[in-house]
């Protein structure tokens, strides 16, 4: 493959004054963000979530592969069917799948198999990895890294998100990929990472009153 | 374990025009970000540095584990058998390891093994995962989806450079974790995910002229 042009690469550079500022304020904005599992039926406008999933689609990938499709889902009906393929395999996830220590490590933040958002929230997100690419000559391409890759792209989506003032919980539904797939209508490269739902929160939602942890247990300096 | 107390969660809520505003800010924004493999060796104030690690820190994480450790690395001695230790192991995997595709698909980036960056940039951020946790007891506790959350936390960590102005490029150093664990004592549950040096560009640094997929290659309605 052949080597591509470089260009010139210099973006807008802060005063010190100015990076503390902007750094202090966006810590400020992005620790307000709570996984929220109430949320408003409330209409988004389109235009928001397709900023936010354009900026999502920024994120770094290996060997800029790109390996994300974002399917946002408004429909009530597919909606509707979502949950039911969601709760049909989280009921026997926490009956049966997911071990007394993961149910025990999860009551405290009073989940369950019971996923109302998934009919109230106005858009559902479902993140899909490619786990390979196809070539014009139909072979598969490698994406390497691809879950990093689009973990991390959830990332900034997550960010955007916050910085909408809308917001959203991240789920991996154990077990639902190869349905949820089907029903989409996605090809077999891709496989189902996340699910989030997407709103205004509910004007009566709670979070568990967590804490995070201090910096000084996150971070080593040397 | 004990049910956590939920408490009113009532974020800010902006008009549909702010949204629209923000959302579109927060787009162009972040879409200035690219991989940057030259960095300036000019100092960046510390402060900067604890508050874009204190933002990684808000990122959600499976059963809230926060199961992250950020290894910020100024003292020129250790940067220094950091780079050591990886372009050994980088130049065995682009000789011998990754195979011709994996390497062709890199040569558009011109990247390869000599990486000058980790000598010159004022900070090397090395991201842990937790890949289980140690209870009070002295037990393993496990860290569900820790790949996937220190992945997102990432994310989130890009976007707070990006804001700050910095640059960075995310790297996954085959093979060279375990040496780098050693050299920074870390723990036996924590193992290199990604190495990001971080700095301001340097005057002259390039990108490979790269393009993103549009909207509608990576976002589909229903």
Redesign the interface.
Known sequence: ??????????????S?E???E???T??AL???????RFISPEP??R??I???????????S???T?P????????TE?KHQIRLIVEEEEEMNYRQRMGE??V???????TNWIKEYLDVAPYLVLIFKQTYGILPNGKKK?H??N??SV??????????LQ?????T??S?PLNCGPQLRLL?KRPANEKL??LLPVG??A????????K??P?DE?????
């Not at 994300?68 to 429909?75: E, H, I, N, Y």
């Not at 004007?203 to 967590?210: E, F, G, K, Q, R």
Request: with cysteine; net charge neutral.
């Open positions: 493959m052949m080597a591509l042009p470089h260009i010139p690469y210099s973006p807008v550079r802060y010190d100015t990076m503390l902007r750094s202090k966006f810590y992005m620790n307000q963000r709570r996984s929220v988004v406008p235009e928001v397709d900023n936010v999933i354009h900026t999502a689609g920024t994120g770094p290996g060997a800029h790109e994300w499709t974002f399917v946002v889902v408004s429909d597919i220590k993961w025990n490590d999860l009551s405290r933040l009073r490698t390497y890294y879950e990093i973990s991390i792209s959830c990332g900034i989506l997550l960010a955007a910085n909408a003032g809308l917001v919980v991240t991996t989409l990472l996340m205004y929160p004007s009566d939602a709670t979070v568990p009153d967590l995070r942890k910096l996150i971070m080593v300096h040397v």
